[in-house]
T-cell receptor
């Protein structure tokens, strides 16, 4: 059973298009995240939701809009795609464990290429 | 500006050699985690250290958290080709947000 699954794994699209990436976790976690990994492999948090409530929004352009219909799902919609949006996007989830911080379980990633 | 600095950025060694990866910050963390990422996959959690001075061992991997909880190291003994990957440290300052280092790409040659 896949713990954190995201679709699609690859996404190639033209500039100006709108696209969505879906994520689901079956770990029973309360918190879900979207991370962006750039070409230099640097992982940067974009958003975090806890029990469907947005708790972290890290200076991401408002073309990016996360949506959490329930605590097992966190989707990412991107409007008016730009070349600079090309990256690998990772969904992750974690428990809220005050003693151990947010130990994250990651999906396999979605490689987005904007042409 | 990154909160966590990892060094070295790249490391290439022969099978059987030892290696150490460092993760440093001027900030104090409540916990620090190490992940390994293989090509085409997401990062996978290796260990979490919570207490200053803590040392954890995972087979041939030894993780240490600095006394002041600002830095950490990962030491691999007798590295094997299966240890090849991108090693990432991540610090937690509250319950929800992890700050990642830029990663160390480790290549172990057979």
């Amino acid at each position: 059973d896949t713990a954190v699954s995201q679709t699609p794994k690859y996404l190639v699209t033209q500039m100006g298009n709108d696209k969505s990436i879906k994520c689901e976790q079956n770990l029973g976690h309360d918190t879900m995240y979207w991370y962006k990994q750039d070409s230099k492999k640097f992982l940067k948090i974009m958003f975090s939701y806890n029990n469907k409530e947005l708790i972290i929004n890290e200076t991401v352009p408002n073309r990016f809009s996360p949506k959490s219909p329930d605590k097992a799902h966190l989707n990412l919609h991107i409007n008016s795609l730009e070349l600079g949006d090309s990256a690998v996007y990772f969904c992750a989830s974690s428990h809220n464990d005050r003693g151990r911080g947010a130990e994250a379980f990651f999906g396999q990633g979605t490689r987005l290429t904007v042409v | 500006t990154q909160l966590l600095e990892q060094s070295p950025q790249f490391l290439s060694i022969q099978e059987g050699e030892n290696l150490t990866v460092y993760c440093n910050s001027s900030s104090v963390f409540s916990s620090l985690q190490w992940y390994r990422q293989e090509p085409g996959e997401g990062p996978v959690l290796l260990v979490t250290v919570v207490t200053g001075g803590e040392v954890k061992k995972l087979k041939r991997l030894t993780f240490q958290f600095g006394d002041a909880r600002k830095d950490s190291s990962l030491h691999i003994t007798a590295a094997q080709p299966g240890d090849t990957g991108l090693y990432l440290c991540a610090g937690a300052r509250n319950d929800y947000k992890l700050s990642f280092g830029a990663g160390t790409t480790v290549t172990v040659r057979a």
